[in-house]
């Protein structure tokens, strides 16, 4: 790769190693995308002779470090197991036979048992920077990682199937499934980036007996013309309403029959039995009966894809607990009964854990149904046909479900079950990506149905906040539009700012706020970026060619060591597949950005220097830009 030649080909020579050489040796480094790959292989190599250490055994012990002072680098001596001698003392030893003239590093400093390295300023400033320009969007992004055989990329990429935000059609779309939303898109473009062959799933909640109630519904209420303009509110409006009288209705004749009256007749003609037997319809494939709620499925769909391109979120396919097959029901569930996972119970089929897993297992997972005594499949039961039709349809190499805490013990049932049925290497395969609740989620206009009510409260609060400041608003060009992106970054950042397990309350004036550790935060950081970048009028040509050797203070020096950090902190992130790993770097970087403006003036300052730092600004609005993305945010070009 053209852009990482310089500063690579002179340590490549220093190091008598080439990329391949370095592959072999040394698992998991991409010198090619990643610059401190190279910056730990080369440590590595200077340290095996100054310790008596192998560079291989010294190279996965290097650690990153979590704020600029302590180094780019830090070696945790005891890591590295050397008998009989006091680390403190060995650290104190080795310091002083590191190079004076080493190409990248600085001598180290001896701290205790560690040693510290800083990576010298102008070497890292001269590769980066030229580097993050010419990878653009793909600086961070890796495309190795996903490949099934990383030596032979022929054999193709690994592939994700993640299932997430999962809504159910014409009941309300709930905090959780905003959070599902949220970190489920993450996810995959996290795994993208990564080089995986990713799929996403959205697991419609759209079958079931409440589907023949909003039939009914509809038959007696409905409106073409309010079905086809907003068919979420529509069907919604018809759900509350009919649900509304069903409840009525039973109540009336549970009254009726406290006065001891006959009700047989009245609950065989009630709305509850008759939404049984139009769902009944449906499950046996009634063609009219099917062809309505089709439509509903269709137009809620047409809904749905516009409201999460809002959001970046393109779904590859939508999937629902209909369209798992009878067929397929049965098929698992002679398999389970052959197999003695599932006993029958007063004519209901279950899984009994209890009695066949001995101990604490069982017992934390219970009991749980599978078909009611009327027939009916429930919930878990499509799970597990859906999981193995998935497995058959994509044979991925992973998968992962993001749901709710709530259903922890809901996905445990059906990886276990998956395992019971012998499909042990399919269950080693699924994971269940969990989040906390959102306290406090309501709209000014009152209930939530869709995403779309959500996005649209955010957005009009947004829009209040910017007309408190007058003269900045007169010059929004489009203060509609922005409000409306400002709002989606508030509620995205506030919702990926903590831990995923972590509940946390849903906050307006806190989210839309332009100071503290927000979403406008970060569209200013960007803007602010951009807006350097249009009136410092540098061309293309003269950022090229800048003299990167001029970027000597400090200020500068620590925007270049953050933005080096981006490839470790994204490969971090496929560890702890948490949003805030990367919001929290995002925020760090923006910080030392921010501060860095009043020292390193660009428009005004000298041709040289202007370009010079044109150039890092460059870098980092592009690395702002990437992070961005990666969250499912669109980065402002000016607001
Ligand atoms: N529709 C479900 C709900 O709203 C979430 C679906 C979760 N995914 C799954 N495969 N069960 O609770």
Redesign the pocket.
């Known amino acids: 790769m053209a852009t990482a030649s310089g500063i690579n080909q002179l340590l490549l020579k220093l190091d008598n190693l080439t990329l391949e050489s370095i592959s072999d040796k040394y698992p998991n480094t991409y010198p090619q995308t990643n610059p401190f790959d190279l910056y730990r292989v080369h440590l590595a190599e200077i340290l095996a002779p100054i310790t008596g250490v192998a560079a291989e055994k010294i190279h996965p012990v290097i650690q990153w470090t979590n704020t600029l002072d302590k180094g780019d680098f830090t070696l945790p001596i005891p890591a590295l197991r050397i008998k009989g001698a006091k680390p403190d003392a060995l650290g104190a030893e080795w310091a002083p036979k590191f190079p004076e003239d080493d190409p990248l590093f600085d001598k180290p400093v001896a701290a205790g048992p560690f040693l510290s390295f800083f990576a010298k300023g102008g070497p890292l400033a001269q590769s980066l920077i030229p580097m993050i320009r010419a990878l653009g969007a793909d600086y961070g992004r890796n495309s190795f990682i996903g490949l099934k055989d990383p030596k032979d990329p022929s054999k193709g990429k690994k592939r994700l199937v993640v299932?997430f935000s999962?809504?159910?059609i014409a009941k309300p779309f709930h905090a959780?499934?905003l959070r599902s939303t949220i970190i489920g898109s993450f996810l995959a473009n996290l795994y993208e980036g990564a080089g995986w062959d990713v799929v996403r799933v959205n697991?419609?909640?759209d079958w079931g007996k409440q589907y023949g109630l909003l039939a009914l519904a509809y038959e007696r209420y409905g409106d073409e013309e309010a079905l086809k303009k907003d068919p979420i509110d529509h069907l919604f409006r018809l759900y509350v309403r009919i649900n509304a009288e069903k409840d009525d209705e039973l109540a009336t004749i549970e009254e009726k029959k406290k006065e001891g009256q006959d009700v047989t007749e009245l609950l065989a003609n009630s709305l509850d039995e008759q939404a049984r037997g139009y769902f009944r319809k449906m499950t046996d494939r009634d063609e009219s009966a099917l062809a309505l709620w089709q439509r509903f499925r269709d137009l809620s769909i047409v809904r749905y894809r516009a409201t999460y391109a809002r959001l970046n979120i393109k779904f590859d396919e939508y999937s629902g607990e209909s369209q798992v097959s009878e067929e397929a029901m049965a098929k698992v569930a002679k398999e389970m009964a052959e197999k003695g996972i599932t006993r029958e119970d007063q004519g209901a089929v279950l899984v009994d854990f209890t009695q066949l897993l001995p101990g604490k297992e069982g017992k934390r997972l219970g009991k749980a149904v599978l078909r009611k005594r009327d027939g009916t499949a429930l919930?878990l039961t499509r799970?597990i046909a859906?999981l193995l039709g998935r497995y058959e349809k994509y044979g991925f190499d992973h998968m992962i479900?993001v749901?709710a805490s709530q259903?922890d013990l809901?996905l445990q049932q059906l990886f276990k079950i998956i395992e019971l049925l012998g499909y042990k290497d399919i269950a080693s395969r699924c994971q269940h990506i969990n989040f906390g609740l959102v306290m406090g989620m309501s709209t000014r206009r009152g209930t939530v149905k869709f995403l779309d009510d959500i996005l649209r409260d955010c957005a009009d609060h947004m829009h209040e906040v910017m007309r408190k400041n007058e003269s900045k608003y007169a010059q929004v060009e489009d203060p509609v539009g922005t409000a409306d992106t400002l709002g989606i970054s508030s509620v995205m950042t506030q919702d990926m700012s903590g831990k995923r397990g972590n509940n946390y309350t849903f906050d307006l004036a806190v989210m839309t706020s332009f100071e503290g550790d927000t979403g406008p935060y970060l569209q200013y950081a960007h803007t602010r970026l951009s807006s350097i970048k249009r009136r410092a009028n540098v061309t293309e040509e003269e950022l090229a060619d800048a003299d990167l050797s001029l970027l000597t203070e400090p200020h500068a020096v620590n925007v270049v060591r953050l933005l080096a950090q981006w490839p470790d902190v994204a490969q971090n992130t496929l560890r702890t597949l948490e949003p805030t790993t990367v919001v929290t770097y995002l925020f760090r970087l923006t910080h030392v950005i921010s501060s860095s403006y009043d020292h390193l003036q660009v428009v005004g300052s000298e041709p040289a220097l202007k370009a010079s730092r044109m150039a890092l600004y460059d870098a980092a609005r592009i690395v702002v830009a990437n992070c961005m993305r990666l969250l499912g945010l669109s980065p402002l070009e000016r607001m």
């Open positions: 299932e999962s809504p159910n959780g499934h697991y419609l909640g919930y799970d859906e479900y749901v259903q809901h």
